[in-house]
């Protein structure tokens, strides 16, 4: 068999490989998803509506946090608080119990008197009504008021807490970096996380790979309206949706994976349909449409 048939059948190859792929169905991304800012804010609503003002009963079934529940346990829980993806449960006395999700962190609720927890739980408050369990995440620790401030001093401003878009602006219009890494870069905008800067750029066309010196500030503020909204949605709904009922063809409410959304973990554009790319943007898988993006 000469060379040129050998290439030529290798080329056959890797294009019927790719007529398969493509013809599959789009999957729902498996890896952990780390909770965005809207759900920090969310959970911060319903912990509050629900523990605050109560004195709790507050343990550590796995162990890990046995030091810092024992400070807390038996004290009125004032308030709780989100910045960011960061929750500050802040207990009398200047206690507060730092949490960070992270990628495993997740909450699970029933109401008191509690079964005996399941699994790793790090942390378990109880109320007269209400259970908390948190388990898997990557931060939950006792701090204080001026650990707290220190830790949202470090972040920019949240678009769930009133943050001004001009600080955002500040910084991204002052740095070489693609904006689809600094959207991601805590220290700029707080709470946004893969999912929302997928969706906001492509909502707004914007090229993800755009150094932030290179955005107008026509495209930033409708970049920046477009995360303000999408992520009051987050807030309202509990999850993330960016799509309407109208493009769904179904109720929100009935939205399930990666149906929620308009481009992230999709292989179509819904605008084009062309075929969305996927690259590494600041570490992380940035899906967008090179057609529509550009």
């Not at 605050?52 to 004290?75: C, H, I, K, M, N």
């Not at 805590?186 to 709470?191: D, H, R």
């Amino acid at each position: 068999m000469s060379f040129e048939m050998r290439q030529n059948q290798q080329a056959a190859r890797r294009l019927a490989k790719v007529v398969r792929q493509r013809s599959l169905p789009p999957k729902s991304p498996r890896q952990p998803v780390m909770p965005e800012g809207h759900k920090t804010h969310y959970l911060a609503r319903e912990h509050n509506q629900r523990y605050a003002g109560e004195r709790l009963d507050v343990s550590s079934p796995q162990g890990r946090f046995s030091d810092g529940a024992r400070a807390v346990s038996g004290r009125v829980l004032e308030s709780v608080r989100a910045a960011g993806k960061h929750l500050f449960y802040e207990f009398e006395g200047n206690r507060i119990v730092h949490v960070h999700l992270g990628r495993y962190g997740s909450y699970v609720e029933q109401t008191s008197p509690p079964e005996p927890p399941q699994g790793q739980v790090r942390l378990r408050a109880i109320s007269p009504t209400h259970t908390l369990d948190l388990r898997g995440p990557s931060q939950c620790r006792l701090i204080d008021s001026e650990v707290q401030k220190s830790i949202c001093d470090s972040l920019g401003p949240d678009p769930l807490s009133g943050g001004k878009k001009t600080e955002v602006w500040s910084a991204i219009s002052a740095s070489g970096k693609p904006i689809g890494g600094l959207l991601l870069d805590q220290s700029i905008v707080a709470g946004v996380g893969n999912i929302f800067r997928a969706e906001a750029l492509f909502e707004t066309g914007l090229d993800p790979h755009i150094p932030g010196n290179k955005l107008s500030p026509d495209q930033f503020t409708r970049l920046w309206k477009s995360l303000v909204k999408m992520m009051k949605l987050g807030l309202k709904h509990g999850r993330i949706i960016t799509v309407t009922a109208k493009e769904a063809g179904k109720p929100l409410k009935e939205l399930a994976g990666n149906e929620r959304f308009r481009i992230y973990g999709k292989m179509d554009c819904p605008q084009c349909g062309g075929s969305i790319a996927v690259d590494s943007v600041a570490s992380r898988k940035m899906h967008w449409c090179p057609e529509c993006q550009s």
